[in-house]
């Protein structure tokens, strides 16, 4: 069982950075795909950033592009970068780990399903006030 915590929300202004970690019990390397999701109150859970572990590609919501970044941190930890935070960025982000391709996917699209995803983290909250 791969545990993942989150660490690095906070409470900051628009305009404002913030760098998310999510730590795993296990090498993220055993993972083909790694991803950071976000659920605001009321809305849906949607992806925001994705990494697959072969090639090190990147995938990312069209609203977070050229904000957000993500990365890996050594073997255990994945990290978010997010630059210029609005006001709908707020939400709980959480890190999620997918072990093997669920589905065909030839639209490069099973990164923003949470279905594809096999262990997540509890989320850390992100309020970015105006």
């Known amino acids: 069982q791969v545990q993942l915590v989150e660490s690095g929300g906070e409470s900051v202004q628009a305009g404002g950075s913030l760098t998310l970690s999510c730590t795993s019990s296990?090498?993220?390397?055993?993972?083909?795909?790694m991803a950071w999701f976000r659920q605001a109150p009321g809305k849906e859970r949607e992806g925001v950033a994705a990494?697959?572990?072969?090639?090190?590609?990147t995938l990312y919501l069209d609203s977070v592009k050229g904000r957000f970044y993500i990365s890996r941190a050594g073997a255990n930890t994945l990290r978010l970068q997010m630059n210029n935070l609005k006001p709908e960025d707020t939400a709980t982000y959480s890190c999620?780990?997918?072990?093997?391709?669920?589905?065909?996917?030839?639209?490069?699209?099973?990164?923003?399903?949470?279905?594809?995803?096999?262990?997540w983290g509890q989320g850390t909250q992100v309020t970015v006030s105006s």
């Open positions: 296990g090498s993220i390397y055993n993972h083909y795909l």
């Open positions: 999620a780990a997918a072990t093997h391709r669920k589905a065909p996917d030839p639209y490069d699209r099973n990164w923003r399903d949470p279905y594809e995803y096999d262990f």
């Open positions: 990494l697959y572990s072969s090639g090190g590609r």
